[in-house]
DNA sequence: AGCAACAATTTGAACGATCAAATCATCGCG
DNA sequence: CGCGATGATTTGATCGTTCAAATTGTTGCT
């Protein structure tokens, strides 16, 4: 059967000129004269011809491939975020002719055991992480192991020695409630998370400062709880009925749909109208009109992806590039922390 | 330096053997000795030695890897449901040594061409599809290629040319249905999608003749909208108010969040609590305390990557297995139809 | 003893691309 | 006119694996 796919040697053959020639106008097209270069891409579109990931591999050890966890299989409303990342993550790499790859895990270590695999049998070029958290055995593994690699998500606590993108959460909150003293509110509560973790200090620092700013005591406008829908109802009561907060900012959406459903409640037996603003435009905000912080997550994905192709490209040329090298450059390593600015997403609830 | 990746050869020198070997201990055990086959493993763990998937590929042109399409980057609330079947596809793969690709598209077409370059270019084994409709060009390219694919979701309306694997969607607004009558409801309303889609339809039918079957004239009692909250929440107005509904079954929970919301307004109002019962299972469904038929998505895509890796495996040795004969085989394609039951996620709200 | 049948293992070639070095052509210039 | 420099193209080797055929070793049978 002539139905063969054709190989980088049909190409050659049907345009007159060897293997190298053809090679050459794919990877490096300046080196071969334009009128040649005209004749092997019309070969190349004429036959169809797609070059051999596998074979362009096995000599240069690079899979063109990105991997991914993704979010653990749960109900959880916030596997949507990182639902939606990994989505903007895929979009943003096609552009730069990467694809991705995903896989699940169940642990940490279980993750690094798949880094592993990934690395050795299928020669990853990066790794895109989500999630870390303080003393990130991974990251430590793969700065070992030098493979480039992008956190979304800082390193709470200690001096990030990796790359990472992150959203503001002190920027989203400080944002909600300027809103919410803009439109003449004082005892602005905030139904926050358990101290102690980075995402939800910073998420709670920017209600606390703004506050205190706008000369408001926020001593007595705080609760702290686990991120479920009826913890957000109870603090709601708390903070509305006993403390007397006359509008909400929540740590998370999974908690604002608690209080928003203790809001319309209290509007619907006459009450008064408490603004609620909750944080990560999750589907569920829109679809029960709740306001809420927007993390740019398409933002967020396409600077991962531009910082690791960036690289990739560069240590292609430049063979001393190590990775590991690179992030010890401390003075370079700036360029290599972005901090985006999430947005308010403005619905019915405040 | 010494610490290049260990290869077949470097295995097969420090266990004494040849390359050959070495690759039967892995691909065909049983042609290798008991003792040497040790001695090989013993090496191979010895030198964490793992195969290059691209070597492997180019003389097999098997990747071992499966690909799916992500579900739209929107915010609409359905997508979670394509998003954890992705996550389920993942790990069920993983089971068979298949790692998942993924990737974006903006219309069946983008599709078609991304599933063309990632057959000549990545040599991908096999294909999950979702989203499927009438006259999808996406089945019919698949097929004339004769690669294996499943897709989740019947083809309504024609008899099916290829495998498929989906979720009994009128057995779920049956058993929705039962529930509310048993629970001595008669007039049991339906919020409902336009005529004319095919999950649409079955889910309606589940509804209608059940109710039929309890002796109650359906007529009166259907709404048909698109698929919006806000819809959700106008259609519930009518049936219970104007057509004196006493409970609701929904097409989704989008259009359940929508009742949900309307019904809770009347009981804080004091008026009666009217069960609502949703369709996805879907994160907010959850959040929210909504009573909901959920889809056995991990089953779904253990079943999807059943048929695939067995398929694959078949082919492995039986080279006569065209993927296209296979599925025109007909007495062997029922096999290949799989439908599965959804069971009742009980909640408040019902 | 001789030889067929079979099991276990090894050897050469191939998959399809890129790298490194070699070849060929063209040109400028003393 | 000859020779080096430069640019365009080609050739041989190689990446790490599996396939197909060849080799070696063992056993059973006449």
New binding site residues.
Partial sequence: MGN???????V?ERA?????????V??AP????A???ERVQAAITELG????R???Q???HRSNLLAMRMSPFSEELAGSVLDRFVHAVTESAQGYGFRTIVFTANSDDDEIAAYSDLLNSYELDAFVLTGTHHRDRRTTWLRKQGVPFVTFGRPWGVRARHWWVDVDGKAGTTAATERLLDAGHRRIGFVGWPIGSGVGDDRRAGWETTLRAAGVDPASLLTSTENTVDNGHVSAVELVRERKADALVCASDTLALGALAMVRDQVSRGGPAVPVIGFDDSPSAAAMGLTTVAQPLRAAAATCVDLLTNFLDRSDDNDTADPADTVDAVDNLAEHHVLLAPHLVVRQSG
Avoid: G
């Fill in positions: 063969d796919r054709p190989t980088i040697t049909t050659a007159n000129v060897s293997r190298q020639t053809v090679s050459n794919l990877n300046h080196r071969v004269q009128d040649t270069r011809y797609r070059p051999s596998a074979a362009r096995l000599r240069t």
